[in-house]
């Protein structure tokens, strides 16, 4: 009897130590990357546009360049190319020349932290040259959230709710589908939950709290396939690895995902490889997806969309070659596995 309780302690311990261990990792990989991407946002390189031929506000922007690298001068061919530029979230602000002094168009809605610190420099530098500076908000944040986080937050639900479907469903039925019908019936279940999750999101920002009550549908399309890219993502990764893939879904979306997204500082305002990681990484497409379709009447959302949908393809696909390799093995074996459906 003793000796039947010592062979189950040292199949139970080293498991559990493992999963104990491998639980602190991510903490601190969490821990480290929250504050080494968020402790210290300075601004660097934040794209201003100016029209060909527009000579003060060239000097200006240059002048200020070679004092500090806030920002950073991006020239158009002409006004409207800028203008253009501004709505397609290219660049943060427009500088150009006007008969009393020197206007500044910005786009609020693209990030608050970076049109604020554009307004900042400029309002130093015409202040020093006693050139007069009007500044107007193109494209405004809604007044129910001036600091521009809804986006993000919403998103962070969104990613969240999809990984934890697909971790649900593994843990329930097993995490690799041990045929391709299977598969596709987790997919489509997926499916489903990503557009009710999608629905009830833009109903909580929309009717719910009253922030963006005109763009109900468009936040449930892009809302549906946030979760549906986190899902199949999860999905894919728990496929081949099993519940402990988890973890690296978690790092991915949520330890570098979350602070990475550009949704609290926008990019520029990130150290290192952060700044462009949101180009990529579900969370960052998803809050620049949600940014499109709200203020920008779905202008520069191409690349956004594009990217959450070839992460929902690619999850998707992992998750079906995950049931013809593992999940043809485990039923070959004639035998159950945790890792996999019953």
Same mark, same amino acid.
């Given at each position: 009897?003793?000796?039947?309780?010592?062979?189950?302690?040292?199949?139970?311990?080293?498991?559990?130590?493992?999963?104990?261990?491998?639980?602190?990792?991510?903490?601190?990989?969490?821990?480290?990357?929250?504050?080494?991407?968020?402790?210290?946002?300075?601004?660097?390189?934040?794209?201003?546009?100016?029209?060909?031929?527009?000579?003060?506000?060239?000097?200006?922007?240059?002048?200020?360049?070679?004092?500090?690298?806030?920002?950073?001068?991006?020239?158009?061919? =002409?006004?409207?190319?800028?203008?253009?530029?501004?709505?397609?979230?290219?660049?943060?602000?427009?500088?150009?020349?006007?008969?009393?002094?020197?206007?500044?168009?910005?786009?609020?809605?693209?990030?608050?932290?970076?049109?604020?610190?554009?307004?900042?420099?400029?309002?130093?530098?015409?202040?020093?040259?006693?050139?007069?500076?009007?500044?107007? =908000?193109?494209?405004?944040?809604?007044?129910?959230?001036?600091?521009?986080?809804?986006?993000?937050?919403?998103?962070?639900?969104?990613?969240?709710?999809?990984?934890?479907?697909?971790?649900?469903?593994?843990?329930?039925?097993?995490?690799?589908?041990?045929?391709?019908?299977?598969?596709?019936?987790?997919?489509?279940?997926?499916?489903?939950?990503?557009?009710?999750?999608?629905?009830?999101?833009?109903?909580?920002?929309?009717?719910?709290? =009253?922030?963006?009550?005109?763009?109900?549908?468009?936040?449930?399309?892009?809302?549906?396939?946030?979760?549906?890219?986190?899902?199949?993502?999860?999905?894919?990764?728990?496929?081949?690895?099993?519940?402990?893939?988890?973890?690296?879904?978690?790092?991915?979306?949520?330890?570098?995902?979350?602070?990475?997204?550009?949704?609290?500082?926008?990019?520029?305002?990130?150290?290192?490889?952060?700044?462009?990681?949101?180009?990529?990484?579900?969370?960052?497409?998803?809050?620049?997806?949600?940014?499109?379709?709200?203020?920008?009447?779905?202008?520069?959302?191409?690349?956004?969309?594009?990217?959450?949908?070839?992460?929902?393809?690619?999850?998707?696909?992992?998750?079906?070659?995950?049931?013809?390799?593992?999940?043809?093995?485990?039923?070959?074996?004639?035998?159950?596995?945790?890792?996999?459906?019953?």
């Amino acid at each position: 009897m003793a000796e039947s309780a010592r062979v189950r302690t040292r199949g139970w311990l080293p498991r559990t130590a493992g999963l104990l261990l491998g639980t602190l990792a991510l903490a601190v990989a969490f821990i480290a990357a929250y504050v080494g991407a968020l402790h210290d946002p300075r601004p660097h390189d934040l794209p201003v546009g100016f029209a060909l031929g527009d000579q003060r506000a060239a000097a200006v922007l240059s002048a200020v360049r070679g004092q500090t690298d806030t920002v950073k001068p991006v020239e158009y061919d =002409d006004p409207g190319a800028a203008d253009d530029g501004l709505k397609d979230r290219e660049v943060y602000g427009v500088l150009s020349s006007r008969p009393d002094g020197l206007l500044l168009t910005v786009a609020s809605a693209s990030g608050p932290s970076a049109t604020e610190a554009i307004t900042q420099v400029f309002t130093t530098a015409a202040q020093r040259n006693g050139t007069p500076l009007t500044v107007t =908000d193109e494209v405004p944040v809604a007044p129910r959230d001036p600091r521009g986080v809804v986006p993000f937050y919403l998103n962070v639900g969104y990613v969240l709710g999809g990984y934890l479907a697909s971790t649900v469903l593994g843990i329930g039925v097993g995490t690799t589908p041990r045929t391709l019908r299977r598969a596709g019936l987790r997919i489509a279940a997926l499916a489903v939950y990503s557009v009710l999750l999608g629905v009830a999101g833009a109903l909580v920002v929309g009717p719910g709290l =009253d922030i963006w009550n005109h763009d109900v549908l468009s936040i449930a399309a892009v809302g549906t396939l946030a979760v549906f890219a986190a899902a199949m993502i999860a999905s894919a990764i728990q496929g081949w690895l099993g519940v402990l893939g988890t973890a690296l879904v978690i790092l991915l979306l949520v330890v570098l995902g979350n602070p990475g997204s550009g949704g609290i500082f926008a990019p520029e305002f990130l150290p290192g490889a952060f700044r462009g990681m949101h180009l990529w990484n579900a969370p960052g497409l998803a809050n620049d997806l949600t940014k499109s379709a709200v203020y920008f009447d779905w202008r520069s959302a191409g690349w956004p969309a594009a990217g959450l949908a070839l992460w929902a393809v690619v999850g998707a696909a992992g998750l079906l070659t995950a049931a013809l390799v593992r999940g043809r093995r485990v039923t070959g074996t004639g035998r159950s596995a945790p890792s996999a459906d019953g």
